[in-house]
């Protein structure tokens, strides 16, 4: 165990004036200083904290209201997470952080490596650095004998730094932080003392006299044997200012619970009218309840019965911060959220969610056999949406376990392609209420109601609405495999676009006069390319110069699909997203500058375009002037260069400078490796709001489980689009942080948008 002479924290914010310490960053001070300035009256707004690194202690004066306690078994585990934003993700949202404290040597488990899981056992816990008199806690590291057909897959035969923690055959071994690690068996609980749980200054409630009284823990003692909490009690109920109090463990729970006939108390309709709100709601179900301030809103996490308690209760997981733990009920876990999401209340106080009425009558509703679904005409039903999250509502609503979309039986190509296309953006909305045929309008209405409108309300959808839509697409005769077999993205988006919502083509290309209409666009290159870590930019222009073609209109949502054969091959390592997609010196028509002297362009040479003297990237549009210059050259005499057709209204232009440029925002990529497809959106404007969303990221039970899906925020993948490309050449694909490896390594569609195209379409 290590030391307990210090008290830790976890920054939750960066402070302002201090460089290197950012939100994620473990701090730590004196036992005996932080009780001395807990007990003052009132208690410091500031602390002095040192920072927890390798190199040197400096004191610092940190507001107690950016950081939370953490106990010595968090501080040992997020120690060795080296990214500030990883380890504060996990703190907050628990769930790996309380399986990790349940793994022990011996455990089977898997470990995620190199973005697969290998099956192994773990044969040591602890450090691999010395403590130091800056980080009296370095981290524990799981060292793990991979097993198996995994054998051979590891780096190391236990030894690191030239010191052996276990000892194990050549490249078996492996060395990981506990967020890569997960246990193949069943969680344990394991029964043990609160004082474990409990830290000083934890809040508490405590039981006095039969009462409810909350408080902060100020000492925790051990009394002819029997364990006791120190306690400085709040105002109680006449406003009799509080004072210090010994309670008896057994008579504390950590955090305010709260208690029946509090002001946040359930109201729950009389007995006799509660049949109906109740019946059809299970596991997973969205529900309201009427708090004292209101109607909230959550998500059934789990159903059964509390200590002391005869009615069916339920563990809500709320949207919004309004609950009092984060799962757990007088020191017992019965499901994980996010702090101060859960709350405990009885079932006949839950009702369906009103905000989705047209769904909630069929919460129970299971997966149905194809022929039970529901072929009621809703074509002249009204039809409304939730808007796309915002980049505040992401942070708050989208991330964590359980969020996205749910997976089913190889839906993951459904999931992906939905999660990108509407959790975020607006650009194809259009198709929720384009009128459609009868036969049809109930897809249309399980994609918006079902599927769109929770996703972006609740940040969840079940994954039986999707075996839903799948169900109602096999009926309609578009595919006999679409509830069982996994598809590709965009043979699925046919489908809807095209064949059910007859949505007008997304793309015009306009090739020797003629324009084509499709959906996606598949990235073809020559053989004589010289790519090697290309843009989306480059090949886009690569491959529409090889095809001889042109937009014959800027599009408002552009598809593209990667060059890759199959699921298997892939042309290229990494491929670098371009965040903005310049399609100015891609449209037929239009006025385009000069590219060496910035006046109106006359010409255009497509045998120009890979002259290594020019940029790698846009077509070689020329002045005449410029053209002369640049043809006069010996190698280029052959060259044949084509007038480009100008709008009359641009003709003697003097100043073409000012010309606005057609662009394109990347919104989302579908990723695909080993079959299974993910995706990541670009929520926000910064350079970090990104997040990754996988349908099957974990799973809960065998055959009669459920898949657990997944989002979590990867502002690390901001940080490599800011790489030079000589840069993100040489970083290996093993060693890129968190799963920005999946980005670049395994993109398999890249989805843009153009935020004045859609006003119009």
């Not at 002479?5 to 939750?12: K, M």
């Not at 585990?77 to 040597?105: N, T, Y």
């Not at 039981?207 to 051990?222: A, N, Q, S």
Request: a negative charge.
């Amino acid at each position: 165990m290590a030391s307990t002479e210090y008290v830790y924290f976890i920054l939750t914010k960066k402070p302002e004036w201090i460089t290197f310490a950012k939100a994620g960053s473990i701090v730590y001070m004196p036992e005996n200083k932080y009780i001395s300035e807990m007990k003052k009256s009132p208690p410091p707004l500031k602390l002095r904290m040192c920072l927890m690194n390798y190199y040197s202690r400096i004191d610092y004066d940190l507001e107690a209201n950016d950081m939370e306690q953490l106990c010595v078994e968090e501080v040992e585990l997020l120690q060795a997470l080296p990214d500030d934003a990883e380890r504060l993700r996990c703190f907050r949202e628990r769930h790996d952080l309380q399986a990790a404290m349940q793994l022990a040597i011996g455990t089977e488990v898997t470990v995620e490596e190199a973005g697969k899981k290998l099956r192994g056992i773990i044969h040591y816990i602890g450090p691999i650095k010395k403590a130091s008199i800056s980080c009296p806690i370095p981290g524990y590291f799981f060292g793990i004998e991979l097993q198996g057909p995994d054998r051979g897959k590891g780096y190391c035969d236990g030894t690191y730094g030239g010191e052996r923690y276990f000892k194990c055959d050549k490249n078996c071994g492996v060395f990981t932080p506990f967020n890569r690690v997960s246990s193949l068996l069943p969680p344990v609980h394991k029964p043990s003392l609160q004082s474990e749980r409990l830290e000083l200054g934890d809040r508490v409630t405590c039981f006095i006299d039969d009462k409810f009284r909350y408080g902060m823990v100020l000492d925790l003692l051990e009394i002819g044997g029997q364990c006791f909490v120190q306690i400085s009690t709040d105002k109680d109920e006449s406003g009799k200012t509080g004072g210090e109090v010994r309670v008896p463990l057994e008579a504390v729970i950590k955090g305010e619970l709260i208690a029946e006939g509090e002001s946040m108390d359930v109201d729950t309709p009389p007995e006799a009218d509660t049949d109906y709100l109740y019946m059809g709601l299970s596991l997973n179900s969205m529900v309201e309840v009427t708090l004292g301030e209101g109607n909230t809103y959550g998500i059934i996490r789990w159903i059964g019965k509390l200590p002391d308690r005869s009615e069916t209760m339920v563990g809500l997981e709320l949207d919004e911060n309004k609950g009092v733990s984060d799962g757990t009920f007088k020191g017992q876990r019965y499901f994980k959220c996010p702090v101060k999401r859960a709350l405990f209340v009885k079932l006949s106080s839950c009702r369906p969610d009103s905000r989705f009425q047209s769904t909630s009558s069929n919460h129970n509703e299971k997966m149905q056999p194809e022929d039970t679904v529901d072929q009621t005409d809703h074509s002249t039903a009204e039809l409304q949406t939730v808007p796309p999250m915002s980049t505040e509502q992401v942070k708050q609503l989208l991330t964590g376990r359980m969020k996205g979309i749910q997976g089913h039986c190889n839906s993951c190509y459904m999931d992906a392609a939905l999660f990108s296309l509407f959790s975020c953006s607006s650009v194809l909305d259009s198709m929720l209420f384009k009128s459609t045929t009868p036969q049809d309008a109930p897809i249309q209405r399980t994609l918006l109601n079902d599927i769109v409108n929770p996703l972006r309300s609740n940040g969840f959808v079940e994954g039986r609405h999707i075996m839903k839509l799948r169900q109602q697409l096999q009926k309609h005769g578009y595919s006999q495999s679409f509830t069982t077999d996994e598809k590709d993205p965009e043979e699925f988006l046919s489908v809807i676009m095209h064949h059910i919502l007859a949505l007008d083509p997304l793309l015009k290309l306009s090739a020797a006069g003629k324009v084509q209409e499709s959906y996606c666009y598949q990235i073809f290159l020559d053989q004589n390319h010289r790519l090697v870590l290309p843009t989306v930019q480059q090949l886009l222009e690569h491959s529409f110069h090889s095809a001889g073609l042109k937009l014959a209109e800027v599009p408002s949502c552009l598809i593209l699909q990667m060059p890759r054969f199959g699921k298997k091959f892939k042309m290229f390592d990494k491929i670098i997203p371009s965040l903005e997609l310049d399609v100015t010196d891609l449209l037929s028509e239009g006025p385009q500058q000069c590219m060496l002297c910035g006046t109106l362009a006359q010409v255009e040479c497509v045998d120009c375009f890979k002259d290594p003297l020019f940029s790698p990237t846009g077509f070689k549009v020329f002045c005449e002037k410029c053209s002369e210059q640049v043809h006069s050259h010996p190698q280029r005499r052959s060259h044949k260069p084509a007038s480009l057709e100008i709008p009359k209204g641009y003709v003697g232009r003097k100043n073409p400078h000012t010309m606005i440029r057609d662009k394109m925002e990347l919104f989302a990529v579908l990723c695909i490796e080993t079959s299974h497809y993910v995706s990541f959106v670009k929520y926000g404007p910064n350079t970090e709001d990104w997040i990754f969303f996988d349908s099957m990221a974990d799973r809960q039970g065998e055959m009669d489980g459920y898949n657990i899906p997944e989002v979590q925020p990867c502002p690390e993948v901001g940080e490599y689009l800011e790489m030079s490309p000589s840069e993100l050449a040489n970083q290996a694909p093993r060693d890129m942080k968190g799963v920005a490896k999946r980005l670049f390594c395994d993109a398999y569609m890249y989805l843009y948008q153009s935020t004045t195209m859609c006003l119009y379409r």
